[in-house]
């Protein structure tokens, strides 16, 4: 109902709606007025956590979060709903497209391949920080497309490397990762749009629950269903027993390189859920995002664990990748549970700096899904200064 109203005011304003559209959906803003409570944050100095508490950096001002409320109110659930449910969202993605191609005619960054034993990992900068990517058979020359939101750079890609592009994987129903499914699959005539039912994303034709497993020729990839950002999240594992290789993780954006997605469609206890998933997988499990987020959310560890040597031998060099312009995926999740907050809501210095505090009540996963949404709560305030 909202939403319907919403529309309806929308009607007779033009410019002034799309601009202020356009605004809302750039994130959500900070809350000036609990900014007058403020409070010192502390946090243990290693990543093992067993340190006396540090102080944590002076760049992050406390505002106590206000119990029981979705840290994505902010964002607008009338608004939330006219870009995931009617055509204001897809002209936004549209006007997306068209800058990022003006502005990167060859892509936001340089990216290399990943070969292993006759399987090609091919990551494509598309918009202004996303990535799809092509996961090819090179025997069978056959490929499988994840997210793959601008058609023409996806189908330049499929034609440079010489394949057929047999499956599109999509993990959910953001514009800007779903966005090309109709383009390529009608190009494609014998191609698979995957993704879930709960998402409505376009063009779907096979729908997959949890556990589902996609083959494509010596390919093999299980899809896990991780909600939290959407209703129907899914990630897709590409097992890597058949290559003998290394399992790659294709994450969409339930997790990125020391960060995770916002909660839009769901409570902290669901994202909570999802990334326990993921971190049931193998240490050596390659991390491939639906973004470039990395310096930034690199930057947001260090105000909440600034002693945390593995974060700053991270961010050194992602520094040096982004100075050339250069990918920085895949991570492995090794390396993401020894920076990545969002992966440590375990870590008892996070737990007693910015966790409900003494005397609470209540079991372990509760205390872990509080600090989750306190976490996503200050980087959201954090990218918004």
Same mark, same amino acid.
């Given at each position: 109902?909202?939403?319907?109203?919403?529309?309806?005011?929308?009607?007779?304003?033009?410019?002034?709606?799309?601009?202020?559209?356009?605004?809302?959906?750039?994130?959500?803003?900070?809350?000036?007025?609990?900014?007058?409570?403020?409070?010192?944050?502390?946090?243990?100095?290693?990543?093992?956590?067993?340190?006396?508490?540090?102080?944590?950096?002076?760049?992050?001002?406390?505002?106590?979060?206000?119990?029981?409320?979705?840290?994505?109110?902010?964002?607008?659930?009338?608004?939330?709903?006219?870009?995931?449910?009617?055509?204001?969202?897809?002209?936004?993605?549209?006007?997306?497209?068209?800058?990022?191609?003006?502005?990167?005619?060859?892509?936001?960054?340089?990216?290399?391949?990943?070969?292993?034993?006759?399987?090609?990992?091919?990551?494509?900068?598309?918009?202004?920080?996303?990535?799809?990517?092509?996961?090819?058979?090179?025997?069978?020359?056959?490929?499988?497309?994840?997210?793959?939101?601008?058609?023409?750079?996806?189908?330049?890609?499929?034609?440079?490397?010489?394949?057929?592009?047999?499956?599109?994987?999509?993990?959910?129903?953001?514009?800007?990762?779903?966005?090309?499914?109709?383009?390529?699959?009608?190009?494609?005539?014998?191609?698979?749009?995957?993704?879930?039912?709960?998402?409505?994303?376009?063009?779907?034709?096979?729908?997959?629950?949890?556990?589902?497993?996609?083959?494509?020729?010596?390919?093999?990839?299980?899809?896990?269903?991780?909600?939290?950002?959407?209703?129907?999240?899914?990630?897709?594992?590409?097992?890597?027993?058949?290559?003998?290789?290394?399992?790659?993780?294709?994450?969409?954006?339930?997790?990125?390189?020391? =960060?995770?997605? &916002?909660?839009?469609?769901?409570?902290?206890? @669901?994202?909570?859920?999802? +990334?326990?998933?993921? !971190? $049931?997988? #193998?240490?050596?499990?390659?991390?491939?995002?639906?973004?470039?987020?990395?310096?930034?959310?690199?930057?947001?560890?260090?105000?909440?664990?600034?002693?945390?040597?593995?974060?700053?031998?991270?961010?050194?060099?992602?520094?040096?990748?982004?100075?050339?312009?250069?990918?920085?995926?895949?991570?492995?999740? =090794?390396?993401? &549970?020894?920076?990545?907050?969002?992966?440590? @809501?375990?870590?008892?210095? +996070?737990?007693?700096? !910015? $966790?409900? #505090?003494?005397?609470?009540?209540?079991?372990?996963?509760?205390?872990?899904?509080?600090?989750?949404?306190?976490?996503?709560?200050?980087?959201?305030?954090?990218?918004?200064?």
């Amino acid at each position: 109902m909202a939403a319907v109203v919403a529309a309806t005011a929308l009607k007779g304003r033009g410019a002034r709606n799309a601009r202020v559209l356009r605004g809302i959906l750039s994130g959500a803003t900070a809350n000036k007025a609990s900014q007058n409570r403020t409070r010192a944050l502390q946090s243990h100095s290693s990543p093992e956590c067993k340190e006396e508490p540090e102080p944590l950096s002076p760049e992050l001002e406390y505002i106590p979060r206000k119990r029981g409320k979705n840290p994505m109110k902010a964002v607008g659930l009338a608004w939330y709903s006219l870009y995931t449910r009617t055509w204001l969202g897809y002209l936004f993605y549209r006007q997306q497209l068209r800058r990022a191609r003006n502005r990167y005619p060859k892509g936001h960054s340089k990216t290399q391949p990943c070969l292993f034993n006759g399987v090609k990992v091919l990551p494509i900068p598309v918009l202004s920080d996303n990535y799809s990517y092509l996961i090819i058979d090179t025997q069978a020359r056959l490929a499988v497309a994840v997210d793959p939101s601008d058609p023409r750079a996806v189908q330049a890609s499929i034609e440079k490397e010489g394949v057929t592009l047999v499956a599109i994987l999509c993990t959910h129903k953001h514009w800007d990762h779903s966005g090309g499914n109709r383009d390529l699959s009608r190009r494609h005539r014998d191609c698979r749009v995957y993704g879930s039912p709960q998402d409505g994303i376009p063009y779907l034709t096979h729908p997959l629950c949890h556990q589902d497993v996609v083959s494509v020729g010596q390919l093999q990839i299980r899809a896990l269903a991780t909600p939290g950002h959407t209703q129907g999240h899914l990630v897709y594992l590409l097992d890597g027993e058949p290559y003998k290789g290394p399992s790659c993780l294709f994450s969409g954006d339930l997790l990125f390189l020391s =960060g995770c997605g &916002r909660t839009f469609e769901g409570t902290a206890e @669901t994202m909570l859920s999802s +990334l326990d998933t993921v !971190l $049931g997988l #193998g240490d050596d499990t390659l991390l491939w995002p639906g973004h470039e987020y990395a310096e930034e959310n690199l930057g947001f560890a260090g105000v909440v664990e600034p002693e945390n040597l593995a974060r700053e031998r991270k961010l050194q060099w992602v520094q040096r990748q982004r100075m050339e312009r250069k990918s920085t995926c895949p991570s492995t999740l =090794g390396e993401e &549970r020894s920076y990545n907050p969002f992966l440590r @809501t375990h870590c008892l210095a +996070l737990q007693e700096a !910015l $966790g409900p #505090g003494p005397g609470s009540v209540g079991d372990d996963d509760c205390s872990r899904a509080q600090l989750l949404e306190e976490l996503r709560r200050l980087k959201d305030m954090h990218k918004n200064k």
